[in-house]
């Protein structure tokens, strides 16, 4: 069946640095990926999606990129701020009878500290 | 505002005390659909909507009931709740059940099953 994996948290970074979250995903056929964030005490936020291959999706300066030959689509940002912490959830949006759901990662913890 | 509403935000009960969580959305969404939230496991999909009178299971619907008898509403119903359903469960709605289709989430509801 269709998985996510994103790398372990807490993610500790100082403000301004550059943040990689690393996600990889398996599907059969062309899944739709999408960056969900969940900040403290609130729902999950649609951050960013891509719908195709070498689609980049971006907002609020996040940008990722789908790759399918890597079955990737790993979130940066090129200057993280505070407000930016928050846990981030990778997923994806299958074909099918599998696009009834979207299946989630675990998600990351990002900490940003001045 | 477009928005996913759920009620209650948060409840404490005992176990075997039916409970009802409501969700209703103003978007005119076709799809909707509730997950639950774990420590270490991500979202996992409880059951959906694709339309009025078409609901099915997710991947984790033991204990739980809903229905669809509108198209803007779509409650959870734990019948006989116990502890092991004490999460975060969270609604969500989307425009059709297409792939590409971005989910729309509520701000979560926290049950405590005691």
């Known amino acids: 069946g269709d998985s996510v994996t994103q790398m372990e948290g807490p993610v500790t970074l100082s403000e301004e640095a550059f943040l990689t979250i690393n996600c990889t995903y398996t599907a059969t056929g062309y899944p739709s990926l999408f960056w969900y964030v969940q900040y403290p005490g609130e729902g999950l936020q649609l951050l960013l999606k891509a719908t195709k291959a070498d689609d980049k999706g971006s907002n609020k300066g996040f940008e990722a990129t789908y790759r399918k030959e890597t079955t990737s689509f790993h979130l940066e940002k090129g200057s993280v701020q505070v407000s930016d912490s928050a846990v981030y959830f990778c997923?994806?949006?299958?074909?099918?009878?599998?696009?009834?759901?979207?299946?989630f990662g675990t998600g990351t913890r990002l900490q940003v500290t001045l | 505002e477009a928005q996913v509403t759920q009620n209650p935000r948060y409840l404490i009960t005992v176990t075997g005390k039916k409970l009802t969580v409501t969700c209703s959305q103003n978007m005119n969404h076709e799809y909707m659909s509730w997950y639950r939230q774990d420590p270490g496991l991500g979202l996992r999909q409880i059951y959906y909507s694709m339309n009025v009178e078409v609901t099915d299971k997710g991947d984790v619907p033991e204990g739980y009931k809903v229905s669809r008898k509108e198209k803007r509403n779509f409650p959870l119903i734990l019948e006989s709740p116990s502890p092991n359903q004490t999460s975060l469960y969270f609604c969500?709605?989307?425009f059709g059940g297409g792939n590409n289709q971005p989910q729309h989430f509520g701000d979560g509801t926290r049950l405590s099953i005691l």
């Open positions: 969500a709605s989307s």
């Open positions: 997923a994806l949006r299958g074909q099918g009878g599998t696009a009834s759901k979207l299946t």
